[in-house]
């Protein structure tokens, strides 16, 4: 079956990084566009970034943009999120995911996949 196992989460005080990694398996990788979702207490689970399956195209959340970078290993069937200059705000459940074909949705809705998460939190 398919499985996405995110990693990389933790205690960092804010302006630190963090490098989450999503490790897939039991899907035809590169024919899967991934992202990257956070769910904060009480709100909605949301868009973070998304990397079409070849790699050669990226979007990210206004949030985030000139923060994170999303990069991914086809060779290795894994996903990256590199977090850079992190804010209190940033604090949530992060959430790997794939979607077949070329563009992930920026709706939870469209996810094919997920994984369980992992969480990161940002102190101030």
């Known amino acids: 079956q398919v499985q996405l196992v995110e990693s990389g989460g933790g205690l960092v005080q804010a302006g630190g990084s963090l490098r989450l990694s999503c490790a897939a398996s039991g899907l035809a990788f590169s024919n899967y566009a991934m992202g990257w979702f956070r769910q904060a207490p009480g709100k909605e689970r949301e868009f973070v970034a998304r990397?079409?399956?070849?790699?050669?195209?990226?979007y990210y959340t206004d949030s985030v943009k000139g923060r994170f970078t999303i990069s991914r290993d086809n060779a290795k069937n894994m996903v990256y999120l590199q977090m850079n200059s992190l804010k209190p705000e940033d604090t949530a459940v992060y959430y790997c995911?794939?979607?077949?074909?070329?563009?992930?949705?920026?709706?939870?809705?469209?996810?094919?996949?997920w994984g369980q998460g992992t969480q990161v939190t940002v102190s101030s």
């Open positions: 990397m079409s399956r070849s790699g050669s195209t990226t």
């Open positions: 995911a794939a979607q077949y074909g070329v563009r992930l949705s920026t709706s939870v809705n469209g996810v094919d996949y």
